[in-house]
């Protein structure tokens, strides 16, 4: 603690290090907002210095010009709102989504980014079964980021989220999937894949998308897979370690994920053929999230298949549950197994079968 005082003075006033080893600069403007900084000690010696000069312009009635940053990406504008936004808009949830837009658009420019753009976006999430109200928090994160670039840092740009919601709005194109597929649309969207799909794009889509449904995993979740995190040498309990991050966290978390027959057969087939040079550490499919999505839909639509009769990623999650809960399993070690750790989530996964509804019915009031 002393050394840590000792330390602590000898850094320039509204300067303190931070326990990563970063320095972290603080200063209230004329608005009384206070604005921080996080870097090097050098660089935050400057922005804090860059702060004041700023403040004392405005003080004096000078204008400071406007940035032009047309060709700065979402990602570098995303890692400049982190750095130096208000203290307000650094909640754990707010940094959740900004990290995921940042897998999403982050290489895009500032100045190719359009509404249709968005508008696409959208319609993928909304495509794969994603709520209405999560799809406008995930926006609402892109559109403050926005303002405040425009706002704060007066950057020339145009904020291509303005008027596009989750449900409706600007440019709403497709209704939103039903959670659980129609009877059918796995085997329909499957045989798509593979006959409509290049065959070396087909075989990988369709390993990913047999193990969603034979597994209940997010698309991320799969994505994220390493070879070491495949555990089947036991063949009466295979098992996977799957790394999660949940929103507001800030550090990712496992959990082991007891795979059935068809999920450990799946795997057992794939770590026959993997290629002798891949590492332990290595991710076993090296795509991008958004492409499987894009693919299975590609798929679809050379297929005919009506969005109401085709099962995507994520409503295969949804069927899974339904599944697993129809056959008896028990909530709780079902919450383990999908990851999640409110009992009312899985209010929202499950869509029990009108068959299986009679059967419980018929045996629930049998005289």
Known sequence: MSSKRRRNKTLPPGIDELPSGEHRARITDANGSRRMYVGTLADAVRWREQ??????????????????????????????????AAFAYQSEVAQYFLRRWKEWLGRRRLSSLRDRDIITWRDERIADGVAAATIDRELSALKGIYRWAMRTRRMRISNPATGITGSTGVGARIQPAPRRPAPGAVDRTRAAILEHLEEETSARVIQIYDLARWTGMRRGEILALRWRDLHLDDDTDPYLIVEQRRDGATKSQTRAMPLIRQAGELLRQMLTAKSANAADTDRIWMVEPRSISQAIRRACDRAGIPADERATMHPQRHLFVSLAREGGMPDAALREVIGHRDPRALRGYTRIDREVAGRLLREALRT
């Open 51 to 84: 702060q004041h000069a700023a403040r004392a312009r405005a003080r004096a009635g000078l204008e400071e010009p406007p940035e032009a940053d047309g060709d700065m990406t979402l990602g570098d504008l995303i890692t400049l709102f982190n750095r130096q």
